[in-house]
């Protein structure tokens, strides 16, 4: 962090704050304060109920996980032009996005929060597979798409989730290789994406 220490100590907690952000540095973080300086009254008010309403405003699908409005289902679940007899399973709700911009995936979606990853004490209980099978009660579900990221901990997870729905009734099928080895699929792009979910195939072959 660069010395603030001459700022006003109001403006000093203002870049600790927005140095708690990923990839803000300290100069950026001071730069972002500095340049709040210049805003309007009604902004700054704007931007702080944004704030404080964060909680309230933002919150998890029930069904899925993935952001939505408070706490009703979220646009995908709540819509009647996704294709529910898919489901995409993924660690992260920033992989919905890149999934969605691959243009390529009309079903729904299963946010797990995470991969198990026993260096990290998480295991199976603490990722969100009881809510995805209740999912798969009523029928409608026909297929399953892992879409973990292809570190060792998504293969231990995408493993674990084959043996754990093995006898539901669904067929488990995965993306396709195209995505780097040890990549984080966050960041993969949309064709490289799109390719991963044409080519994806039946687990186990
Ligand atoms: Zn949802």
């Given amino acids: 962090m660069p010395d603030v220490k001459s700022y006003p100590e109001a403006l000093q907690r203002l870049i600790t704050y927005f140095g708690h952000l990923p990839g803000i540095?300290?100069?950026?973080?001071?730069?972002?304060?500095?340049?709040?300086?210049?805003?309007?009254?009604?902004?700054?008010?704007?931007?702080?109920t944004q704030l404080t309403n964060l909680r309230r405003d933002v919150g998890f699908c029930p069904i899925c996980g993935y952001l939505t409005n408070g706490s009703e289902p979220c646009r995908f679940c709540s819509s009647s032009e996704r294709d529910g007899s898919i489901i995409c399973v993924v660690e992260q709700v920033t992989q919905v996005h890149t999934i969605e911009n691959s243009g390529c995936f009309k079903g729904l979606y299963h946010v797990l929060g995470g991969k198990i990853s026993p260096m990290k004490g998480r295991g199976p209980r603490d990722l969100r597979i009881a809510e995805l099978r209740e999912r798969l009660d009523g029928g409608a579900?026909?297929?399953?798409?892992?879409?973990?990221?292809?570190?060792?901990?998504?293969?231990?997870?995408?493993?674990?989730?084959?043996?754990?729905?093995?006898?539901?009734?669904?067929?488990?099928s995965r993306i396709a290789a195209g995505v780097p080895v040890g990549s984080d699929l966050s960041f993969a792009d949309a064709a490289t994406m799109a390719s991963a979910i044409s080519g994806?195939?039946?687990?186990?072959?």
């Fill in 25 to 48: 540095g300290g100069r950026t973080a001071e730069r972002l304060a500095l340049s709040l300086i210049s805003w309007q009254e009604s902004e700054l008010v704007a931007f702080g």
């Fill in 141 to 172: 579900v026909k297929e399953i798409l892992i879409a973990l990221s292809p570190d060792v901990e998504g293969e231990a997870t995408a493993h674990y989730l084959a043996q754990e729905f093995a006898g539901a009734g669904v067929a488990l």
């Fill in 200 to 205: 994806r195939r039946r687990f186990g072959e």
